[in-house]
C-alpha cells in the first residue's frame, strides 16, 4: 500500500481536523496507533505543520466520511493524475572518481582469469559499459598499452561476495547450456634459477670461485 507524500503532518491534519480513530489514521500514514496517539497528545510530531490530504488528492472527502462512520474501514489513497517521480533503474554500480582510471585494469583481470563471466556481469560488478569491456577484450581501448590486469576486489571496484556469486552463477550457466568453458589466461611462471655451481658442504672449494677442480 502506497503511503502518503508526509506521512506524519497528514497524521497531524486528520487527528485534527477528522472524527478519525488512531487505528485508521495509523493504518492510511504507516504509522504505529502508540505514535498517533502522542500526536494526539503532543509529544509526538511537535511543531509539525498539517497537511490536508484532499488538497493533495491523496484523499477525497467522501472517502474520509465513509471511514469516519465504520471505525473498522480503512482508508483508501485516491488515485491521482498527476505525474509521478519515474524510478530510477537498476544501473551500473556508482565508482568513486578517484578509482574510475581503475576499470580497465579491473575488467582485463576479469576477462583473464573467469572467460565464463558475461560482458553483462562484468559490466555490473565494476560499473562499466559492455563498449568499453570488449575495447579491453580487443585491445582496442584508448589506453591498452598502459593496462594491467589487476584484481577488482583488491582496486575497491567490487566485493569479493559479489565476485564470488557471479562467477558461480556463470559457472552453472554454462554448464547447463553444455557449454565447454576456456582456460583462464595466467601469467607464465617463471622459471627457477639454476642452483649454482660448487660443492655447497665445501665454501672452499675452488669451483665455488669459478676455478678447474685441481686433479689428484
Not at 120 to 134: D, E, H, M, V
Not at 197 to 212: R, V, W
Amino acid at each position: 500500500m502506497s503511503l502518503p507524500l508526509m506521512p506524519k503532518a497528514t497524521a497531524v491534519w486528520l487527528i485534527d481536523n477528522t472524527g478519525l480513530t488512531f487505528e485508521q489514521v495509523a493504518d492510511f500514514c504507516g504509522l504505529h496507533a502508540l505514535e498517533v496517539q502522542g500526536i494526539a497528545d503532543g509529544e509526538v510530531a511537535v511543531g509539525i505543520q498539517g497537511m490536508d490530504p484532499i488538497t493533495s488528492g491523496e484523499l477525497t472527502r467522501e472517502e474520509i466520511q465513509r471511514c469516519e462512520g465504520d471505525p473498522s474501514a480503512r482508508l483508501v489513497m485516491a488515485k491521482t493524475t498527476l505525474p509521478q517521480p519515474s524510478k530510477r533503474t537498476k544501473g551500473p554500480r556508482y565508482t568513486p572518481v578517484a578509482k574510475r582510471q581503475d576499470k580497465p585494469d579491473g575488467i582485463a583481470w576479469l576477462v583473464r582469469h573467469h572467460p565464463e563471466l558475461k560482458d553483462s556481469q562484468i559490466a555490473r560488478l565494476i560499473g562499466t559499459t559492455k563498449t568499453t569491456i570488449q575495447a579491453v577484450r580487443e585491445r582496442t581501448h584508448w589506453n591498452s598499452p598502459n593496462i594491467r590486469p589487476r584484481d577488482p576486489v583488491l582496486l575497491g571496484l567490487c566485493s569479493q561476495g559479489d565476485l564470488n556469486v557471479a562467477v558461480e552463477k556463470a559457472r552453472k550457466a554454462a554448464e547447463k547450456a553444455g557449454i565447454t568453458l576456456p582456460k583462464p589466461e595466467y601469467e607464465q611462471e617463471e622459471a627457477p634459477a639454476p642452483e649454482p655451481a660448487g660443492d655447497p658442504d665445501n665454501p672452499f672449494s675452488l669451483e665455488n670461485f669459478g676455478l678447474p677442480k685441481s686433479g689428484g
